[in-house]
């Protein structure tokens, strides 16, 4: 059974930077596209960014687009999310996914497995 575990959330002002990184474990193999979902209280699971696994396709969110920027080792089955000039609104919990598809989608559905989330705060 394939398991994400995340790390890297906590606490920074606006404009800060924050590290995501989630490393898979237990039939990765099984493993392809991966990608970070986020959801704030009272909101919907929101899409972030994506990864397939040769990296060619990299989906992201308009919101994040030129401020986050997702990678993976595939080596040490890991995938992390760096993300720059963090705002108020990107306050959420911020969950890693993976997918047993080529191509990385951009809603929930789309993925088999999920990490338990790790919660990213930003205050202005």
């Known amino acids: 059974q394939v398991q994400l575990v995340e790390s890297g959330g906590g606490s920074v002002q606006a404009g800060g930077s924050l590290r995501l990184s989630c490393s898979a474990s237990?039939?990765?193999?099984?493993?392809?596209?991966m990608g970070w979902f986020r959801q704030a209280p009272g909101k919907e699971r929101e899409f972030v960014a994506a990864?397939?696994?040769?990296?060619?396709?990299?989906p992201y969110a308009d919101s994040v687009k030129g401020r986050f920027t997702i990678s993976r080792d595939n080596a040490k089955n890991t995938v992390y999310l760096q993300m720059n000039s963090l705002k108020p609104e990107d306050t959420a919990v911020y969950y890693c996914?993976?997918?047993?598809?080529?191509?990385?989608?951009?809603?929930?559905?789309?993925?088999?497995?999920w990490g338990q989330g790790t919660q990213v705060t930003v205050s202005s």
């Open positions: 996914a993976g997918s047993r598809t080529i191509l990385p989608g951009r809603t929930p559905r789309n993925y088999d497995y």
């Open positions: 237990g039939g990765t193999s099984s493993v392809y596209a």
């Open positions: 990864m397939s696994r040769s990296g060619v396709s990299t």
